[in-house]
């Protein structure tokens, strides 16, 4: 399970993301494949349809889903 931290604007504080949970929901709504962006630097940039996406909560919330239902600590309840 590949993890990072985001800071969520809602709740001020860092957010720790289940990646391969929200890119898996991401694939199926989607029905296309989310690909990684290679820029050298920005490892959290992702593709879907032609669309750049430079965090996971703006491509959680271009699908309208809540990033918090990625995080960890709600995967783990």
């Known amino acids: 399970m590949k993890t990072v931290k985001e800071f969520s604007d809602a709740d001020h504080r860092e957010v720790e993301i289940d990646v391969d949970a929200l890119l898996?929901?991401?694939?199926?709504?989607?029905?296309?494949?989310?690909?990684?962006?290679?820029?050298?630097?920005?490892?959290?940039?992702?593709?879907?349809?032609?669309?750049?996406?430079?965090?996971?909560?703006?491509?959680?919330?271009?699908?309208?889903?809540?990033i918090h239902d990625f995080s960890v600590s709600e995967l783990n309840r």
Request: without cysteine.
């Open 24 to 66: 898996a929901a991401i694939n199926q709504l989607s029905e296309s494949e989310v690909r990684p962006v290679d820029d050298g630097d920005d490892t959290q940039r992702v593709s879907v349809n032609g669309h750049d996406y430079h965090t996971y909560s703006e491509l959680a919330e271009a699908f309208e889903l809540d």
